[in-house]
């Protein structure tokens, strides 16, 4: 799996960050880091729902 984000679209509200904080980090300047761009399997359900949950759904999850 492979997690890209559409900075576009990203507001930075750390929903993501919320559900998967091993993945998703928003730091002190407001903007989204993905700290693994290829998580591991174990990781899957989490980041799906942070996907899903992502009110502008500007996360993507390529197999």
Known sequence: MRVTVDYD???SNA???G?????FEVRDDDYLYV???EPAEDL???VEEAARMC??????LDR
């Open 19 to 23: 559900i998967a904080p091993e993945v």
């Open 55 to 60: 009110p502008k759904q500007a996360i993507r």
């Open 44 to 46: 899957r359900p989490r």
């Open 9 to 11: 679209l990203c507001e």
């Open 15 to 17: 929903v993501c960050m």
């Open 35 to 37: 700290l693994q761009e």
